[in-house]
């Protein structure tokens, strides 16, 4: 079984279309770790794109702060400007999905997913020694997350936790890595919708467990036309300028 592992889309649908292309034929079940909404022009698209996908989605924070407002405080006040404009985007019948996705972390087949870390669904994971906490809270030697847009992760070999630097190269799409036995890993597919590594490119990863195989991958989409569609909307100019860099 090969799973398309998708995090951090933040509807951004031309992002979204080009990771489907460039997957197309490689995948038999997708796989969402959250915040298909916030930051970007096309909430309602994304959100029927997952369903139609038949996707294994959890809520992000972004999710559960556009499902209930009184979360958005917690938000700097750029994104919960979003946040509120999203909230009245939405089509009632998307936000009763995206009200609906099942929070923390879960079990899926040999693997586990979770938007931010196993101890708290909203914690960021940059460090090591948090990476720790998670390796060892993991149900399963393999473990996908995202809330960070930083594609990669964390390698547990005994009492070790190392930094995994995953990114393709520049004028690349793919990195494989190969997942060996008896190590634990907590992996980052990036995000799909705005990426925060330097990279622009839209990230996501395949997996192929039973081959050992984890694939992340790095795709090019227009990103002008994105930032065009977030001007019209009036979204906040720093969101629009950020797609550029990947910061």
Same mark, same amino acid.
Do not use: C
């Given at each position: 079984m090969r799973y398309l592992i998708l995090s951090d889309i933040h509807a951004n649908l031309t992002a979204?279309?080009?990771?489907l292309e460039a997957a197309k034929g490689k995948w038999d079940k997708a796989v969402c770790l959250g915040d298909?909404?916030?930051?970007?022009?096309?909430?309602?698209?994304?959100?029927?794109?997952i369903q139609s996908l038949k996707a294994v989605t959890i809520r992000g924070n972004h999710d559960k702060g556009v499902s209930d407002l009184t979360h958005s405080e917690d938000f700097n006040p750029v994104a919960?400007?979003?946040?509120?404009?999203?909230?009245?985007?939405?089509?009632?019948?998307?936000?009763?999905?995206?009200?609906?996705?099942?929070k923390g972390s879960k079990p899926v087949d040999d693997f586990s997913i979770v938007h931010g870390s196993f101890l708290d669904e909203?914690?960021?994971?940059?460090?090591?020694?948090? +990476?720790?906490?998670? /390796?060892? @809270?993991?149900?399963?030697?393999?473990?996908?997350f995202g809330h960070t847009h930083?594609?990669?992760?964390?390698?547990l070999r005994g009492e070790e936790v190392s930094v995994l630097s995953s990114r393709p190269m520049p004028g690349k799409m793919i990195f494989p890595l190969t997942i060996e036995p008896?190590?634990?890993?907590l992996l980052n597919p990036g995000s799909v919708g705005q990426p925060r590594d330097g990279d622009p490119r839209a990230g996501f990863a395949i997996a192929d467990l039973q081959h050992h195989l984890v694939e992340f991958w790095r795709v090019p989409y227009d990103i002008g036309e994105v930032q065009?569609?977030? +001007?019209?909307?009036? /979204?906040? @100019?720093?969101?629009?300028?950020?797609?550029?860099?990947?910061?």
């Open positions: 979204l279309d080009a990771v298909l909404v916030g930051y970007g022009p096309d909430p309602n698209e994304v959100v029927e794109k919960r400007a979003v946040l509120l404009w999203t909230h009245d985007q939405l089509r009632p019948e998307n936000r009763a999905y995206v009200e609906n996705l099942p909203d914690e960021y994971v940059f460090w090591p020694m948090l +990476a720790y906490e998670d /390796l060892l @809270e993991s149900p399963t030697p393999v473990a996908f930083i594609q990669g992760g964390f390698v008896k190590i634990k890993y065009l569609r977030m +001007a019209h909307a009036g /979204l906040p @100019e720093p969101l629009i300028l950020r797609l550029t860099f990947g910061r």
